[in-house]
T-cell receptor
Framework: DGGITQSPKYLFRKEGQNVTLSCEQN?????MYWYRQDPGQGLRLIYY???????QKGDIAEGYSVSREKKESFPLTVTSAQKNPTAFYLC?????????????FGQGTRLTVV | AQSVTQPDIHITVSEGASLELRCNYS??????LFWYVQSPGQGLQLLLK??????LVQGIKGFEAEFKRSQSSFNLRKPSVHWSDAAEYFC???????????FGAGTILRVKS
């Protein structure tokens, strides 16, 4: 089945450590997105990528990094510079240049700093 | 700056009652509009979308939404709410320039029996 897979579902990190969240899609979508979700703040865009080897900062990119070496994969690294990383992270994808369609979401990764 | 506003953080309705969730956007060009629903700890599921044409769009689970350009609104409605509709609902706008998808803060719907 086509879709978006985020792993792991739950992730625990010690303060000061970097951690990478995985996002893989087999929908042949060009565009991929990372969102952070906190209670009462909705989904805030961290980074997005329209094509391979290209990505743009979203609204809250500080303390995060991404790569887009393959069309199917858009991993997010939460660095030690991110002061409050505990949150629910959602990855999404959509076809680029075809605006009359929606974004598809993964099931999310809940990151907790301990 | 482009933005999406959902004025109601929480809404509680009785089962069987009608529902309207509000969404306003700020965007200079014609927006592409979406409503998503999220169950706790899950990803987002698309309810409906508007790109052009008829301003009243039908979605899944009996939901509909109406695009009103003059009011910059895209409110979600359902004539009779079921207990299973309890979830968080997000309005989103796709900004054509840069293909950037922006979400509102969400509205949590509670359904009382």
């Amino acid at each position: 089945d086509g879709g978006i897979t985020q792993s792991p579902k739950y992730l625990f990190r010690k303060e000061g450590q970097n951690v990478t969240l995985s996002c893989e899609q087999n929908l042949n979508h060009d565009a991929m997105y990372w969102y952070r979700q906190d209670p009462g703040q909705g989904l805030r865009l961290i980074y997005y990528s329209q094509i391979v080897n290209d990505f743009q900062k979203g609204d809250i990119a500080e303390g995060y990094s991404v790569s887009r070496e393959k069309k199917e994969s858009f991993p997010l690294t939460v660095t030690s510079a991110q002061k409050n990383p505990t949150a629910f992270y959602l990855c999404a994808s959509s076809p680029r240049g075809t605006l009359n369609t929606e974004a598809f979401f993964g099931q999310g990764t809940r990151l907790t700093v301990v | 700056a482009q933005s999406v506003t959902q004025p109601d953080i929480h809404i509680t309705v009785s089962e069987g009652a009608s529902l309207e969730l509000r969404c306003n956007y700020s965007y200079g060009a014609t927006p592409y509009l979406f409503w998503y629903v999220q169950s706790p700890g899950q990803g987002l599921q698309l309810l409906l979308k508007y790109f052009s044409g008829d301003t009243l769009v039908q979605g899944i689970k009996g939901f509909e939404a109406e695009f009103k350009r003059s009011q910059s609104s895209f409110n979600l409605r359902k004539p009779s709410v079921h207990w299973s509709d309890a979830a968080e609902y997000f309005c989103a706008v796709l900004m054509e320039y840069g293909n950037k998808l922006v979400f509102g803060a969400g509205t949590i719907l509670r359904v009382k029996s």
